[in-house]
């Protein structure tokens, strides 16, 4: 592995650039190769088994652009995949599920956690696990699905969002949970309407944030990180249409989204 190789960052579709937006944020001297399998999207509704299949053939076109990290920016992904990942490739990988349930552990001061997520990652007992030895911790979960219809439509606010939040947060608020983790990618793109619901007195948990925080960690333990300013490379990739990701993306984490390339993983 050497240094001046990319940080591959693969995603179902979109919400995955939250997690890119925090690595630039945490490792602007990074060069990125992102992939969205925005053909094959969302990933949430569909079998374990098969959101297995098509991560390891994201992260395979990955490995091929010569990257000396892996970044599995999906809950979905991650939960299917991570096992299988940490085998099958010679760099390390990391991921969303187990870092974001670290940060709520330390963050919570009741012991009462929640999880709003994809129906594939809630019903994967992902979380169950990255909790199992916090005993202390009473996890609540909730799929909270329609929340990315709205980010990716670009809709932050209004009526109809609100009455959605209300109602995927009322488990949570009945749990007393003070700290909530946002299991899904898209979701930090909607922490204005989850804080309104919710309240300040309840923590949220950006799993994209954790996520690159644990990348930085894992990279500098490694030696595999610039320590000087340069100037940082960003590529990107999808398996749908490049003239509406790069539409999207700028929508939803502004201009560095360019040059967008479509790719078969087929």
Same mark, same amino acid.
């Given at each position: 592995?050497?240094?001046?190789?990319?940080?591959?960052?693969?995603?179902?579709?979109?919400?995955?650039?939250?997690?890119?937006?925090?690595?630039?944020?945490?490792?602007?001297?990074?060069?990125?190769?992102?992939?969205?399998?925005?053909?094959?999207?969302?990933?949430?509704?569909?079998?374990?088994?098969?959101?297995?299949?098509?991560?390891?053939?994201?992260?395979?076109?990955?490995?091929?652009?010569?990257?000396?990290?892996?970044?599995?920016?999906?809950?979905?992904?991650?939960?299917?995949?991570?096992?299988?990942?940490?085998?099958?490739?010679? /760099?390390?990988?990391?991921? @969303?599920? %187990?870092?974001?349930? &670290?940060? *709520?552990? +330390?963050?919570?001061?009741? $012991?009462?956690?929640?999880?709003?997520?994809?129906?594939?990652?809630?019903?994967?007992?992902?979380?169950?696990?990255?909790?199992?030895?916090?005993?202390?911790?009473?996890?609540?979960?909730?799929?909270?699905?329609?929340?990315?219809?709205?980010?990716?439509?670009?809709?932050?606010?209004?009526?109809?969002?609100?009455?959605?939040?209300?109602?995927?947060?009322?488990?949570?608020?009945?749990?007393?949970?003070?700290?909530?983790?946002?299991?899904?990618?898209?979701?930090?793109?909607?922490?204005?309407?989850?804080?309104? /619901?919710?309240?300040?007195? @309840?923590? %949220?948990?950006?799993? &994209?944030? *954790?996520? +690159?925080?644990?990348?930085? $960690?894992?990279?500098?333990?490694?030696?595999?990180?610039?320590?000087?300013?340069?100037?940082?490379?960003?590529?990107?990739?999808?398996?749908?249409?490049?003239?509406?990701?790069?539409?999207?993306?700028?929508?939803?984490?502004?201009?560095?989204?360019?040059?967008?390339?479509?790719?078969?993983?087929?």
């Amino acid at each position: 592995m050497s240094v001046d190789k990319p940080i591959g960052v693969f995603d179902s579709g979109f919400g995955g650039l939250t997690v890119v937006s925090s690595l630039v944020e945490q490792l602007p001297n990074e060069d990125l190769v992102y992939l969205g399998d925005t053909a094959r999207a969302p990933y949430g509704p569909r079998p374990i088994a098969q959101v297995r299949e098509f991560a390891l053939q994201g992260l395979d076109f990955l490995m091929d652009q010569g990257v000396k990290a892996l970044v599995i920016a999906c809950n979905s992904a991650s939960s299917a995949a991570i096992r299988d990942a940490r085998e099958r490739y010679p /760099v390390p990988v990391t991921e @969303v599920v %187990l870092p974001a349930a &670290s940060r *709520a552990v +330390a963050a919570t001061r009741n $012991g009462n956690v929640g999880v709003i997520a994809t129906q594939s990652t809630v019903s994967s007992g992902s979380y169950d696990e990255a909790f199992a030895v916090a005993r202390h911790i009473r996890l609540t979960k909730q799929a909270a699905p329609r929340f990315v219809e709205f980010v990716e439509a670009g809709i932050t606010g209004g009526p109809e969002l609100l009455a959605v939040a209300e109602e995927y947060l009322a488990p949570i608020q009945a749990a007393q949970c003070d700290t909530l983790i946002l299991g899904c990618t898209h979701y930090p793109l909607l922490t204005g309407v989850i804080s309104y /619901v919710l309240g300040n007195s @309840v923590t %949220l948990v950006s799993s &994209s944030d *954790a996520c +690159a925080q644990s990348t930085y $960690g894992r990279l500098t333990q490694m030696s595999l990180l610039h320590h000087h300013p340069r100037e940082a490379t960003r590529r990107f990739f999808t398996t749908g249409d490049p003239g509406d990701f790069q539409g999207i993306g700028r929508r939803l984490v502004g201009g560095f989204v360019a040059d967008v390339t479509t790719v078969d993983l087929a």
